[in-house]
């Protein structure tokens, strides 16, 4: 008899930019960012706010086109306990790679791939890519996005654009995709703890754009668009 599946309102990956220019201490910040996010009240009320009133979430880091390594496994959050759980599960998560160039696309093939084995429903499916540079390295990101999109995945975007300007403004054209895909920009590694907290709560409470988002600092995508890869 087969195994009844998990029911949550989301499933997240979240993918981690661990390329050359991300030094120790701005991994760490990275890493620290994000435990301390699902520790805030905040986000798990944004959780406790859904049908499901659960997520499943996993994290890995990325590099080049086929350096990707899944750090922490599937975990399902409903409660402080769980998130406090996965919080610790993030901290404990060690760099595992250090260079190989910045390869969104890969990325976004690789959350693909490990999406199916989470052992959840979910109403929908996102993908999360942090990062401070363009797509230098693989397939041209708009294709693996646009793949993920026709799958029925969301695209999202945290750029670091500490080395490039307007990385923010490429995210936006080129990295994200789908039903109410945005993009939060952290001007630092330093604010990258306040900007993962923004991106949590709309990325859980599957916001669309309105005067209360738009504060939080969030570029939407208001359809789809992989006819935009092609212009």
């Known amino acids: 008899m087969a195994r009844a599946e998990t029911q949550v309102d989301l499933q997240l990956v ?4 661990v390329s050359g220019s991300v030094n120790q201490t701005r991994f760490v ?13 905040k986000v798990l009320n944004a959780i406790r706010s859904g049908m499901s009133q659960a997520i499943a979430v996993t994290m890995f880091q990325w590099t080049g086109p086929r ?6 496994p599937w975990m399902v959050i409903r ?5 406090n759980a996965f919080a610790a599960a993030v901290e404990g998560a060690p760099r595992v790679l250090f260079s190989g160039g910045t390869s969104l696309s890969g990325a976004i093939d690789f959350g693909m791939r490990i999406l199916p084995f989470s052992d959840v429903t979910a109403a929908r499916r996102v993908i999360d890519i942090s990062g ?6 693989g397939r041209p990101v708009q294709l693996a996005r646009d793949d ?3 799958a029925g995945v969301t695209i999202n975007g945290l750029p670091i654009p500490w080395l490039e300007y307007q990385l923010d403004k490429y995210f936006y054209d080129y990295v994200i995709g789908g039903p109410g895909a945005f993009v939060i920009g952290a001007e630092s590694y330093e604010q990258f703890g306040d900007a993962i907290v923004r991106k949590l709560i709309l990325e859980i409470a599957g916001a669309e754009p309105s005067i209360e988002t738009a504060s939080l600092g969030a570029m939407f995508k208001p359809v789809a668009k992989s006819s935009l ?3």
């Open 14 to 17: 979240l993918a981690v930019d």
């Open 29 to 41: 910040l990275q890493r620290e960012g994000y435990a301390e996010a699902f520790r805030n009240p």
């Open 67 to 72: 350096l990707q390594v899944h750090v922490v």
């Open 79 to 83: 409660d402080e306990a769980s998130a």
């Open 132 to 137: 401070d540079g363009s797509n230098n390295a």
């Open 148 to 150: 993920a999109v026709a």
């Open 229 to 231: 890869a092609r212009r």
